[in-house]
């Protein structure tokens, strides 16, 4: 898998991954070496092997930045019906899961045009309490840029991909 040629494969997985998950892990490292998840469902890749996220909740990664920007994001596809078509079948039809990395850019603030962005894919659960608690009064997002894929093998399960 390319991280240039892929790219739209690359997005549609992710897209699939948060409507089965709605988050996807960031993997980064803390100042003493120590690898730490975390959970972001505000994450959205560009059409330019960049991305961004919403930075309200995460508390660890504005600190790992400060000493390593390395990160990686995990999206997994774990939509019930695609995993047992697949099992049915012996093997899947697209990556169950793709590891991406990157770098975390600058904090600023979010354009319209990503509030839009959030607001389109938050569209279903807008009339619920807890859609205004955890996505409402997004203001500041954080770059990514991807330099590398990686996709997940599972044996006989992925040969064919």
Same mark, same amino acid.
């Given at each position: 898998?390319?991280?240039?040629?892929?790219?739209?494969?690359?997005?549609?997985?992710?897209?699939?991954?948060?409507?089965?998950?709605?988050?996807?892990?960031?993997?980064?490292?803390?100042?003493?070496?120590?690898?730490?998840?975390?959970?972001?469902?505000?994450?959205?890749?560009?059409?330019?092997?960049?991305?961004?996220?919403?930075?309200?909740?995460?508390?660890?990664?504005? &600190?790992?930045?400060? !000493?390593?920007?390395? #990160?990686?994001? $995990?999206?997994?596809?774990?939509? +019930?019906?695609?995993? =047992? %078509?697949?099992?049915?079948?012996?093997?899947?039809?697209?990556?169950?899961?793709?590891?991406?990395?990157?770098?975390?850019?600058? &904090?600023?603030?979010? !354009?319209?045009?990503? #509030?839009?962005? $959030?607001?389109?894919?938050?569209? +279903?659960?807008?009339? =619920? %309490?807890?859609?205004?608690?955890?996505?409402?009064?997004?203001?500041?997002?954080?770059?990514?840029?991807?330099?590398?894929?990686?996709?997940?093998?599972?044996?006989?399960?992925?040969?064919?991909?």
């Amino acid at each position: 898998m390319d991280i240039k040629t892929d790219w739209n494969k690359i997005r549609q997985h992710f897209n699939k991954s948060f409507r089965s998950n709605f988050y996807v892990s960031i993997a980064s490292v803390d100042s003493e070496n120590n690898p730490t998840v975390t959970p972001i469902g505000s994450l959205f890749l560009n059409d330019n092997r960049a991305g961004f996220y919403f930075e309200k909740y995460p508390s660890k990664l504005p &600190i790992h930045v400060k !000493t390593n920007r390395n #990160i990686c994001v $995990l999206g997994v596809n774990s939509n +019930t019906l695609f995993w =047992l %078509k697949s099992l049915l079948k012996g093997n899947f039809s697209n990556y169950p899961a793709i590891k991406l990395y990157g770098k975390l850019g600058e &904090i600023r603030k979010a !354009t319209d045009k990503e #509030i839009n962005r $959030l607001n389109r894919r938050m569209r +279903t659960t807008k009339g =619920l %309490k807890g859609n205004k608690y955890l996505w409402g009064e997004m203001q500041f997002v954080r770059e990514i840029i991807f330099t590398k894929v990686e996709k997940i093998n599972l044996g006989e399960m992925t040969n064919e991909l």
